[in-house]
């Protein structure tokens, strides 16, 4: 990881990679701010990238690359703190983490086996950094050996952002999504917009080390 944290259009780059018998992959993540000419205010770009070398589809844990932020059950190395790690629905099924594709509605579309790739954009306004706007784009493209798993179309969301603590204690309320979505919800009965609405709750920022080391990024 480098992270430079300059005051004006600060910048960083992180690649990761992990393996054990049952999976080899390998990511980057690029992030710039674009300083507008007042204090806190500017556009974030993001930038991620991912592939999957080697994988094991039979094993529990599921390793793939997601376009969707991670909930509880996709932190499989328990790097952040849930309400509800295990909940899917509810308040407690609604926290996520900013990680993969970075993409803030919930949903199974957009799960990849090879290779996955993001662009994630949010700006302030000039009024005020407690609204913001934001939009994600991406894609994924399975093995072909996974033929049961259609591949996705290029996917889209945008959407406010109430942003009480910068990256840290956020509420996403989704405005418009790719069609694809939007025909997972309509086969639901119990769909309604509420089921959109996700938020960012740094618990695991309670840790002071942790906490000095992220939340100046």
Do not use: C
Not at 115 to 121: K, V
Not at 123 to 143: A, C, D, E, K, M
Not at 176 to 183: F, I, L, M, T
């Amino acid at each position: 990881t480098y992270n430079n944290k300059r005051i004006i259009n600060p910048f960083g780059i992180e690649f990761n990679t992990q393996f054990n018998s049952d999976i080899v992959k390998a990511d980057i993540t690029a992030h710039y701010t674009l300083s507008y000419h007042k204090p806190k205010r500017g556009l974030d770009i993001r930038l991620f990238a991912g592939n999957i070398f080697s994988y094991n589809t039979s094993v529990h844990t599921n390793y793939s690359y997601k376009l969707s932020s991670w909930d509880g059950g996709d932190d499989y190395l328990y790097d952040y703190t849930y309400f509800g790690r295990s909940e899917v629905n509810g308040f407690y099924g609604a926290q996520m983490q900013m990680r993969d594709g970075g993409f803030f509605l919930p949903s199974a579309l957009g799960r990849s086996w090879g290779f996955i790739g993001a662009l994630n954009l949010r700006t302030t306004l000039p009024f005020t950094s407690l609204i913001q706007l934001y939009g994600n784009i991406g894609t994924t493209v399975n093995p072909k050996a996974l033929q049961y798993q259609a591949e996705e179309p290029v996917l889209y969301e945008a959407g406010i952002i109430l942003s009480i603590i910068n990256k840290s204690f956020e509420v996403y309320f989704p405005i418009v999504w790719s069609k694809e979505y939007q025909d997972v919800m309509d086969l639901n009965p119990d769909y309604n917009y509420t089921n959109n609405i996700r938020f960012t709750m740094r618990l695991d920022l309670l840790d002071p080390f942790k906490a000095l080391k992220e939340l100046n990024l």
